[in-house]
T-cell receptor, first 111, second 114 residues
Framework: NAGVTQTPKFQVLKTGQSMTLQCAQDMNHEYMSWYRQDPGMGLRLIHYSVGAGITDQGEVPNGYNVSRSTTEDFPLRLLSAAPSQTSVYFC??????????FGQGTRLTVV | GENVEQHPSTLSVQEGDSAVIKCTYSDSASNYFPWYKQELGKGPQLIIDIRSNVGEKKDQRIAVTLNKTAKHFSLHITETQPEDSAVYFCAASIASGGSYIPTFGRGTSLIVHP
């Protein structure tokens, strides 16, 4: 039982490039979410999904897209990377009222 | 929207002492309050939570208290151990469209000295 798996762990992008951060869970949880974490800040919600085919925006959705075609996968797409998107990204799966399982994170640097 | 303030930003204690981390929230509609522990290089780990209809909850050395009137809640760790050293985050959640949307505090770095 791997829980929530994120890939890659580290990534460096040039401004304007696009990429997809992968997130997969093997616990069959309906609710998944993406957060970003910046130094000295708490986690900020980017997008979330309450089930396959259903997604919604969180607090900081601009510059990011998501889709949820299966229960297991919830990829996060950066359309045109900007230095302001340099951050650590966490994917999470929820049971009950809150995120209970987080991935190990993806550290993204945009130069 | 909801705003969560967390204090202190850094807390240094001796092994065996107690540690208290406090959070305040602004939206009286928030009704669910989880706490997370994040070790270096890892994702956050849910350690305890409390609902708005409960004033206190304990789990071994960890307890959380909630004062709805004052809109603040606290994490209490007793008999601290070096392995308790981590960053702790509070969150306040509001029900929205059938889901609970959390707003996180900025975190408290707890250092437990042996």
């Amino acid at each position: 039982n791997a829980g929530v798996t994120q890939t890659p762990k580290f990534q460096v992008l040039k401004t304007g490039q696009s990429m997809t951060l992968q997130c997969a869970q093997d616990m069959n949880h309906e609710y998944m979410s993406w957060y970003r974490q910046d130094p000295g800040m708490g986690l900020r919600l980017i997008h979330y999904s309450v089930g396959a085919g259903i997604t919604d925006q969180g607090e900081v959705p601009n510059g990011y897209n998501v889709s949820r075609s299966t229960t297991e996968d919830f990829p996060l797409r950066l359309l045109s990377a900007a230095p302001s998107q340099t951050s650590v990204y966490f994917c999470a799966a929820r049971t009950g009222r809150t995120e209970a399982f987080f991935g190990q994170g993806t550290r993204l640097t945009v130069v | 929207g909801e705003n969560v303030e967390q204090h202190p930003s850094t807390l240094s204690v001796q092994e065996g002492d107690s540690a208290v981390i406090k959070c305040t929230y602004s939206d009286s509609a928030s009704n669910y309050f989880p706490w997370y522990k994040q070790e270096l290089g890892k994702g956050p780990q849910l350690i305890i939570d409390i609902r708005s209809n409960v004033g206190e909850k304990k789990d071994q050395r960890i307890a959380v208290t909630l004062n709805k009137t004052a809109k603040h809640f606290s994490l209490h760790i007793t008999e601290t151990q070096p392995e308790d050293s981590a960053v702790y985050f509070c969150a306040a959640s509001i029900a929205s469209g059938g889901s609970y949307i959390p707003t996180f505090g900025r975190g408290t770095s707890l250092i437990v000295h042996p």
